[in-house]
Every structure is written in structure tokens, then in C-alpha cells.
């Protein structure tokens, strides 16, 4: 019979010393944590991991980075990698008026941009709260607290998106030791100057508590190579972007065969692995840029990071759920914010900054059709932001005209309001 060990208490070196004896020696583990013991991880991974280039070594251990006061652009670059686990600080829950804002041109122009966005984000709170209690009244059967959360939690869903992209978030990355150098050697050559000093700061404390793993030669090469392609790719911005738009290349007489594993999967529950291998779906949408960061946290699909701008508008959601006084003020704070933004002297990555997340970005996403069956089922329902879910459905309604053998279990419901959003928290356990 298998013998089944595991052993959680070791570093993430010592932990990959262990799986990767495995490759050398057909002994027990149990000899093996013996030999992590006496010999200790950083003799072993000099030896064998660093020296012998074994790299997928560095797969087996494990850590987690936690990175406070770093804006939601350097965020969105770091969970930009088909591998990201972690979380970040959620808008959509969080009053975000305390937290600090990234100015990296300081001048008075663009100091009172970023405080025309957080005095009305503030100041609108108060005004809505009121208003979405009205539109939306507690039923007699929900619990009062429950319908609180969720009445801010609305509120912060329409407010967030007057916050500037500069906004202060936390991030936690939970990565192997392999991916974590792989990642982090292309932000260090990241357009945004944040981004690459948080690069090298990373780097040096993994350096520090982690030498062996760490220790990679550069080569003048292959630092000129990342550095012209991060400066020509981190960003997507296409001169005609569509409204939205489906393509795929799945073989549809293919797919028929498959019949039984499509039409027969329950509700909530992934298609097998290997449909994957049919084919993708490619959409390309307009979307505001705080709910592409719902989008891009599917990591089994390729989006492109798209350059946040003022040019595509902003998005119309946002507006629609102010009452009229507070929407006229909106809609000339935008116009003036769009202006003075405009006229900054900076680079257009660096524009960013100052821009609010509810402008409109090009979203160029690639899906296997597992994962368009699970993003588009999961996106549709109604806790998620309503403005994503508005391109759910959209991307709904294209499978089924294109693709109409695939089966999908869709919240299709106009209504958007959920009280259910008040439950969507972590709070202590009563004892």
C-alpha cells in the first residue's frame, strides 16, 4: 500500500531540497527531511538548483509577498501573469477615502486632480447612501445589518469608479520561488517607474531571506530584450477598438462529439480539463477599468493590460445610478477632469495616475472554452459589479449564436440589485 507523508513546517527551500532529492535517490522522504536537517537548504540549492540549472527546482518551494501602499496600476501589473494567487484590497468593499494616492508628477495640477476625484468621491457616499435606500427598501424578511453592507457595498460600487488609478491598494502574491524570479525580472524594466522600484525592492529581500534561490547571473542580452519588450507590450491600446466583438476556433463538427460532457454538466460545475483542447474564444469589449480588474483575475485566460485613458469615455453604469443633481455634478467633474488630465505633461503610462476607473478600456481577453464556460456563467450573476455583468450576458448571447452547443447556466435576470452582497464578508466566528 502508498505511503502517504506531509510536511508543512519546512521553508520554502527546504521544501523543494526534499522534492527534488526525489529525482536523485529512490529513498524514502523520510531520509530526505533527515538530510534537510543536518545539510540545511542553502548548501543544497547552491548545489543543485542554482549550479546544476535545474530550474524547475524552484517550483517545488513555495512563498507569499505581501506588498502594502503600492497603487492599483502596480497591482494590476503584478497579478498580470497566467500564475498570480493572491488577493488585494477589494473597492467594491472598502471605503477607500483614507488611503494614500501616488503622485509621481507632483505638480499643483495634478494634486488637485487627485483631490477633485476623492472629494467627490467622499461627499458622494453621502449623498447616495440616502438615495439607494430609497431605490432599493429593506424587506421586512432581511436582516437590517445584512442590508447595510449591503446598501454601502453598492454605494462603493457606483463610487468607485470616480477613484483615480493612483489610489493605494494591498496585495498579497502567493508564488514558487521560480515564478517570483520570472515575474519579477520583467517588472524591473516596467514603463512605470513604481513598478520598477517595487521590482528591485521585492528582489532584494527574496535575495536576502532566499540567496540560493536568487543568486541568477544577468546577462546584458537578455536584460536589453525585457527591457524593449515591457516598454513596447505592458500595455494594449489598438486605434480602432470595437464596442464588443466574438471570435473562436473551435471545429464545431469536433465538438459534436463531445456532446455528453457539455449537455449533461451541472449547474456550478467545471467542463473536464481536456475540452481545452477543442479550441478558444476571443472577445474584445469595452469595459471600465475597475471591472477589467474583475476580468483579469481569471488567470486560464490571455487579456491583454489595456492603457487606461480618457479617450474611450466614461462608463455609463456609473452615472446611471446617481440621482440627477449628483449626475449633472459628475458629469462636469468628468469633463473638466478629462481636461486638465489631458493637459499634463507626462507620458501616457503615467497619465494613468490621475485617471478615474470608470473610464472605458479595451479589454482583449482569449479564452480556452473551459474557461469562457466558467467566466461567463460565474460573471453573470448578480453580486458581481453590474457593469461587467452586463458584458457577461453580452458574451452569453454570442455563444449561443455562435457556438449553440455549448450548454451554459447563465443568471440572465435584468435586475442587478442583490442583498446577498451584506453576506459577502469575513468576520469573526461568534464564540
Known amino acids: 500500500m502508498a505511503k502517504v507523508f506531509i510536511y508543512d513546517e519546512f521553508s520554502p527551500e527546504d521544501t523543494a531540497m526534499m522534492q527534488a532529492l526525489y529525482s536523485r535517490s529512490p529513498k524514502s522522504v523520510e531520509e530526505h527531511v533527515e538530510k534537510v536537517r543536518q545539510s540545511g537548504s542553502g548548501k543544497f540549492m547552491s548545489t543543485f538548483y542554482v549550479g546544476y540549472g535545474h530550474s524547475s527546482i524552484a517550483d517545488c518551494g513555495s512563498t507569499t509577498i505581501f506588498i502594502e501602499g503600492l497603487s492599483i496600476l502596480a497591482d494590476k501589473a503584478i497579478q498580470d501573469w497566467p500564475l498570480?494567487?493572491?488577493?488585494?484590497?477589494?473597492?467594491?468593499?472598502?471605503?477607500?477615502?483614507?488611503?494614500?494616492?501616488?503622485?509621481?508628477?507632483?505638480?499643483?495640477?495634478?494634486?488637485?486632480?487627485?483631490?477633485?476625484?476623492?472629494?467627490?468621491?467622499?461627499?458622494?457616499?453621502?449623498?447616495l447612501k440616502p438615495f439607494l435606500k430609497e431605490k432599493y427598501p429593506r424587506r421586512e424578511e432581511e436582516d437590517e445589518k445584512i442590508y447595510d453592507k449591503a446598501i454601502n457595498a453598492r454605494a462603493f460600487d457606483i463610487m468607485r469608479g470616480f477613484l483615480p488609478a493612483g489610489v493605494t491598494t494591498q496585495l498579497s502574491w502567493h508564488t514558487n520561488l521560480r515564478q517570483a524570479w520570472d515575474k519579477l525580472s520583467l517588472l524591473r524594466h516596467h514603463p512605470l517607474a513604481e513598478m520598477r522600484e517595487l521590482a528591485d525592492q521585492i528582489l532584494n529581500q527574496l535575495r536576502s531571506k532566499y540567496e540560493n534561490s536568487f543568486s541568477h547571473p544577468q546577462y546584458p542580452e537578455q536584460e536589453a530584450y525585457r527591457h524593449e519588450m515591457t516598454a513596447k507590450y505592458s500595455y494594449f491600446a489598438p486605434e480602432n477598438p470595437k464596442e464588443f466583438a466574438f471570435s473562436h476556433d473551435i471545429n464545431r463538427e469536433e465538438l459534436k462529439k463531445y456532446s455528453e460532457a457539455l449537455d449533461t454538466r451541472p449547474i456550478k460545475t467545471n467542463l473536464p480539463y481536456f475540452v481545452s483542447d477543442l479550441g478558444s474564444c476571443r472577445f474584445e469589449f469595452l469595459l471600465d477599468y475597475g471591472s477589467y480588474r474583475d476580468i483579469q483575475r481569471h488567470r486560464s485566460a490571455i487579456s491583454r493590460t489595456p492603457l487606461l485613458t480618457t479617450e474611450l469615455g466614461f462608463q455609463s453604469w456609473y452615472l446611471e445610478q446617481l440621482p440627477e443633481s449628483l449626475r449633472v455634478e459628475a458629469e462636469t467633474l468628468i469633463a473638466k477632469q478629462k481636461e486638465m488630465i489631458d493637459s499634463l505633461e507626462a507620458s501616457a503610462e503615467t497619465k494613468q495616475y490621475y485617471t478615474a476607473m470608470g473610464f472605458n478600456v479595451f479589454c482583449h481577453i482569449t479564452n480556452p472554452l473551459t474557461s469562457v464556460v466558467y467566466v461567463t456563467e460565474l460573471r453573470s450573476g448578480k453580486t458581481v459589479h453590474p457593469s461587467l455583468r452586463r458584458v457577461a450576458h453580452k458574451m452569453f448571447h454570442a455563444m449561443q449564436e455562435n457556438l449553440p452547443e455549448v450548454k451554459l447556466h447563465c443568471d440572465l435576470d435584468l435586475d442587478d440589485w442583490d442583498v446577498r452582497r451584506g453576506t459577502h464578508d469575513i468576520v469573526m466566528k461568534q464564540q
Do not use: C, H
Open 84 to 127: 498570480y494567487s493572491g488577493q488585494e484590497t477589494s473597492t467594491r468593499y472598502i471605503d477607500m477615502a483614507s488611503q494614500a494616492i501616488i503622485d509621481p508628477i507632483a505638480t499643483d495640477q495634478s494634486k488637485l486632480i487627485l483631490k477633485n476625484w476623492m472629494d467627490f468621491y467622499v461627499s458622494g457616499q453621502e449623498t
